[in-house]
């Protein structure tokens, strides 16, 4: 018998990863696709960085490290923590995890119980609800559209809160729509979630450093709800380094305690390796990231532009991260050689294999109208992309 557990019959496969998949094995077919489906900084990893990995594999950092990453890394975590967002952290309130990833569905693991409920602000990151459902928590979805640029106001937060509501994730700056928080309005949510002491607020910032509305800005900072505040960040996108796999969390200790209890039982702590070459980032040069964000940047500028030129695409102007979630409701119930466009899925899939531009459809972030496309690729490329994109959609009908 070969019946796999409900728990996981439940889960829904990622849909980032799955687009960017389809779009290899087009490619293996020789296909010419331009992947802009999954989220990855194009750039190699910084020399320096990379340099500290083989010191390492030299020096024999090849022993099982502590479970919440060695003291040295935990201990550079915390100087950047004080450094670039004057937030006071003991090394024993950090876990290092594999991955970004790993330390989210930690902190829900670790929080949430059956019949929890979990607000999530949508558009969402597709992994945050899958999480949740992991941990039998029951998802509160709280839905801001284009015209308040994605962002949940205060009033929408205190009316989705029960007495069983026991976390808050928000994501500044956004992935998908690259919404960025001001300072002014995560105190606004700061102000209502004081009244709720019950509530875990987990801050997923991993898009810290891609941020072009200015200084980064964390919920964290806020000393009314700071001891309920977890903070989620890692190397992958600033520092270029998604497949070192390389996440930690700046939590009160009980969940850091918590956290490190269940990683101790399941995964135990993350490569020495790529520990090392993590200390390093947040120890060596900063120039490769402002490098990095300032290309970032550009590409912004230009998606904004070529997707403003696509007919019946809304386009709001991303502040952080590096994705385009336009809303292309316009395009929805059309149809294509007798095949309607249901939702944004649809259409992905149609430019998936008419376009030969791998994109994700908005349904897997809550936001069925709109599209996400990911501009962390060279700039011939995302030009190239956004013309066969405006091609294909003029031949819906
Ligand atoms: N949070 C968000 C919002 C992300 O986009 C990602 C990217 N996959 C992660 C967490 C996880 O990052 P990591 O590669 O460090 O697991
Ligand atoms: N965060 C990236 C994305 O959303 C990487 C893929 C994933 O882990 O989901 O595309």
Redesign the pocket.
């Known amino acids: 018998m070969s019946e796999i557990s409900e728990r996981l019959a439940a889960l829904s496969p990622s849909e980032t990863l799955a687009m960017s998949q389809k779009s290899d094995e087009l490619k293996a077919q020789g296909i010419d696709v331009i992947n802009l489906s999954v989220?990855e900084p194009d750039f190699f990893t910084p020399g320096f960085i990379k340099e500290a990995a083989r010191k390492a594999i030299d020096e024999n950092f090849s022993f099982y490290s502590p479970v919440p990453g060695y003291l040295s890394l935990r201990q550079a975590i915390v100087a950047k923590l004080k450094r670039e967002n004057n937030l006071d952290y003991q090394p024993g309130q950090i876990v290092c995890s594999n991955?970004?990833?790993?330390s989210?569905c930690n902190v829900l693991l670790s929080v949430v119980g059956p019949g929890d409920e979990v607000i999530v602000p949508a558009p969402y990151?597709v992994?945050y609800v899958e999480m949740v459902k992991l941990a039998e928590g029951k998802n509160v979805i709280v839905t801001a559209g284009i015209e308040q640029d994605f962002k949940i106001t205060p009033g929408q937060l205190e009316a989705a809160i029960t007495p069983r509501t026991k976390a808050l994730i928000l994501?500044s700056p956004s992935?998908p729509t690259g919404s960025v928080y001001s300072q002014a309005e995560l105190k606004g949510l700061a102000d209502v979630l004081a009244h709720y002491p019950r509530i875990t607020i987990i801050s997923?910032e991993?898009?810290e450093h891609i941020n072009y509305a200015g200084k980064h800005e964390s919920i964290a900072q806020f000393d009314s709800i700071r001891d309920r505040v977890v903070i989620?960040n890692?190397v992958?996108?600033g520092y270029a380094m998604?497949g070192w796999?390389?996440?930690w969390i700046a939590a009160p200790q009980w969940i850091a305690s918590a956290c490190n209890k269940l990683q101790g039982q399941y995964t135990s702590g993350p490569s020495s390796i790529t520990q090392k070459a993590a200390e390093a980032a947040y120890n060596g040069p900063q120039d490769c990231v402002e490098t990095m964000r300032q290309a970032f940047e550009r590409r912004r500028d230009l998606m904004v532009q070529l997707g403003n030129d696509i007919p019946g695409f809304q386009v709001n102007r991303p502040q952080g991260a590096f994705y385009l979630f336009p809303d292309c409701s316009y395009y929805i119930g059309k149809s294509f050689n007798g095949k309607k466009m249901t939702h944004s899925a649809d259409l992905a899939l149609f430019l998936l294999e008419e376009a030969h531009v791998a994109a994700v459809g908005g349904v897997a972030f809550g936001a069925p109208g709109c599209i996400r496309f990911s501009y962390a690729t060279a700039d011939e490329k995302l030009v190239e992309a956004m013309r066969r994109v405006k091609v294909a959609l003029a031949g819906l009908g």
């Open positions: 989220g991955g970004a990833k790993q989210v990151w992994s994501c992935n997923d991993i898009y989620i890692g992958s996108k998604t796999r390389l996440g």
